[in-house]
């Protein structure tokens, strides 16, 4: 059994293009986290949900926009994509804020 | 400052030695410390954490932490070839700050 899932796991798209991505853990997790690992392998944090409210909201073009329709799941939908907009994409997920997260496989979003 | 620094790579030892990874942060209030190891193509996977200062052993890892010194270290004992991979320091302060990563190579 999957503890945290995401799809899809590949995303290759056009620039102007709008996508989303989905995760969901099953592991009875309060709080869910999106990461962006850029092609320097840097992990930097987006936004972070706890039961279903936003929490953490980084440094992120709006253009990016995070939907918690309930704890279990957390998707991040992302508009006008860019080319800087390229990287992987991690969800992650912990029982409570500052507890140990466990990370989904990753999506790898290529925008050309 | 970087939030978590960690040591440049990459770290290259021969099978069964002892590698060592340092960590240092800058935000004091920090109260929970972990490393992740991530294998190339693969998602980020807790190896240790460790919330006091001290020692904490875990098979042959060993995490080290020194509050005062804002230092957080992993020792990894008797090296194998498949601990090769990149090892992520992070800290937690309100959200969690990871290092660069150390990339790690163990020679067979």
């Known amino acids: 059994d999957t503890a945290v899932s995401q799809t899809p796991k590949y995303l290759v798209t056009q620039m102007g293009n709008d996508k989303s991505i989905k995760c969901e853990q099953n592991?009875?997790?309060?709080?869910m986290y999106w990461y962006k690992q850029d092609s320097k392998k840097f992990l930097k944090i987006m936004f972070s949900y706890n039961n279903k409210e936003l929490i953490i909201n980084e440094t992120v073009p709006n253009r990016f926009s995070p939907k918690s329709p309930d704890k279990a799941h957390l998707n991040l939908h992302i508009n006008s994509l860019e080319l800087g907009d390229s990287a992987v994409y991690f969800c992650?997920?912990?029982?409570?804020?500052?507890?140990?997260?466990?990370f989904g496989p990753g999506t790898r979003l290529t925008v050309l | 400052q970087k939030e978590v620094e960690q040591n440049s790579g990459p770290l290259s030892v021969p099978e069964g030695a002892i590698a060592s990874l340092n960590c240092t942060y800058s935000d004091r209030g920090s109260q929970s410390f972990f490393w992740y190891r991530q294998y190339s193509g693969k998602s980020p996977e807790l190896i240790m954490s460790?919330?006091?200062?001290g020692d904490k052993e875990d098979g042959r890892f060993t995490a080290q932490l020194n509050k005062a010194s804002q230092y957080v270290s992993l020792l990894i004992r008797d090296s194998q070839p498949s601990d090769s991979a990149t090892y992520l320091c992070?800290?937690?302060?309100?959200?969690?700050?990871f290092g660069a990563g150390t990339t790690v190579t163990v020679r067979a």
């Open positions: 992070a800290v937690d302060d309100y959200k969690l700050s």
């Open positions: 992650a997920s912990s029982q409570d804020e500052g507890n140990e997260q466990f």
């Open positions: 592991l009875g997790h309060d709080t």
């Open positions: 460790i919330y006091s200062n």
